[in-house]
């Protein structure tokens, strides 16, 4: 059974950054394509970055130009560096595959104050 460790969340102010970390129990981050979610109280969970195996990368519209995702194949981890946050940007952050196919993990919160 996989597993998927996600830490890095916290609260922080709006314009601030935080670095995610979603740590997995077995080499899955080099084969298959990898995104992180984040579900906001209230809403659906929506993906916000993606990379594929082969290193392409995308982003939803409400985060380019601010987060980056990427990753350590060596590590079986993925990471998403979160730059000039905003109030709307908090939520549980969740990593899965993508399209994610494996059992959620517990998230880690990030709250931005305004």
């Known amino acids: 059974q996989v597993q998927l460790v996600e830490s890095g969340g916290g609260l922080v102010q709006a314009g601030g950054s935080l670095r995610l970390n979603c740590a997995t129990s077995?080499?899955?981050?080099?084969?298959?394509?990898m995104g992180w979610y984040r579900q906001a109280p209230g809403k659906q969970r929506e993906l916000v970055a993606g990379?594929?195996?082969?290193?392409?990368?995308n982003y939803a519209d409400s985060v380019k130009g601010r987060f980056t995702i990427s990753r350590d194949n060596a590590k079986n981890t993925v990471y998403l560096q979160m730059n000039s946050l905003k109030p709307e940007d908090s939520a549980v952050y969740y990593c899965?595959?993508?399209?994610?196919?494996?059992?959620w993990g517990q998230g880690t919160q990030v709250t931005v104050s305004s």
């Open positions: 899965n595959t993508q399209p994610h196919f494996l059992r």
């Open positions: 077995r080499s899955i981050v080099s084969i298959n394509n």
């Open positions: 990379i594929t195996s082969g290193g392409s990368r």
